[in-house]
């Protein structure tokens, strides 16, 4: 893992948006499904097609990492696919990877609580919508994984396992930048969806895909299946996006400059495959 960083600060548009009388009233309008999916629509036609050598420019990315291709609109362009070898996975068994290129903090789950961003709480229970679910995790591990725009946004599984149907739950759909996360409670209102895999070394580990603000599609190869550590889980179109694993107590350790950085506003960049804890 890279070395921590510090929380970007946020940009006027978001603060407009989050903390002002009339950015809240577009917010509401900003946020109606028909919006969303009339934005979805765009990022799915051939015109969004001009949106991608200044999208590449915008936020330096370097497309030599990727597999090349034509791209017939903006989606195709952001769910490309990286090479092989710049992801490479970490197959030993007691290491627990990494799932998506991401920047990661970290969080110790106590009485069904989880501080996914300072100043904010929120609870394991409102997060997955079912009790028994979250009693599972009381006293474990809560990774959060906030994939910004210029991040490979394809994402993987962190073990071999069994998982369980894909479990949608609606939501307004939100960004997921820093300021929104203290200004709403995001992880109640996103629209997401979980799994349970009853993985090889970790126990049953809950992995959960957040979409954000208008277009945040998240799209999962499978339902219940058996799967492989590596092997693609999904990808997220258009919109920053966020991860969650829930890991259950006693069942993972992690370095604990981990939880360190994360108290003092600092994420930890990781990229998919590598890893980020044992098994314990």
């Known amino acids: 893992m890279e070395t921590p960083i510090k929380i970007p600060r946020d940009n006027k548009s978001l603060y407009f948006l989050y903390r002002t009388v009339t950015g809240r009233v577009m917010l509401k309008f900003l946020t109606l499904r028909s919006v969303s999916k009339i934005a979805g629509i765009y990022m799915e036609s051939a015109a969004s097609a001009n949106l991608i050598n200044g999208f590449i420019k915008k936020n330096n990315i370097d497309m030599s990492e990727y ?14 696919r990286i090479k092989k070898k710049l992801r490479p996975i970490d197959k030993d068994p007691s290491h627990l990877i990494a799932p998506c290129d991401g920047l990661l903090s970290a969080y110790h789950i ?41 991040h490979y946004h394809r994402y993987c ?28 409670p995001v992880f109640t209102q996103n629209s997401r969806e979980y799994t349970l895999i009853k993985t090889e070394n970790f126990g049953t580990i809950m992995m959960m895909e957040i979409g954000a ?60 495959g590598e890893v980020i804890g044992y098994a314990k």
């Not at 597999?67 to 490309?80: H, K, L, P, Q, S």
């Open 67 to 80: 597999i090349g291709e034509d791209y017939r609109c903006f989606n195709d362009f952001f769910t490309r």
């Open 213 to 272: 603000m208008l277009v945040g599609k998240i799209h999962n190869h499978h339902g219940r299946a058996g799967v492989e550590r590596g092997e693609e889980k999904g990808y997220f179109k258009y919109g920053g996006s966020t991860i969650v694993l829930l890991i259950k107590n006693n069942k993972a350790v992690f370095d604990e400059s981990l939880f360190e950085s994360t108290d003092n506003n600092m994420e930890t960049p990781v990229k998919m």
């Open 157 to 184: 599984y962190p073990d071999n396992g069994k998982k369980s149907i894909n479990i949608h739950i609606d939501g307004i759909l939100h960004t997921v930048r820093p300021i929104a996360l203290r200004s709403r």
């Open 110 to 150: 106590h009485d069904g609580l989880v501080i996914p961003i300072k100043q904010s709480e929120y609870s394991i229970e409102d997060l997955v919508q079912n009790k028994r679910v979250s009693d599972m995790y009381q006293n474990g591990t809560c990774l959060v994984f906030r994939l910004c725009v210029n």
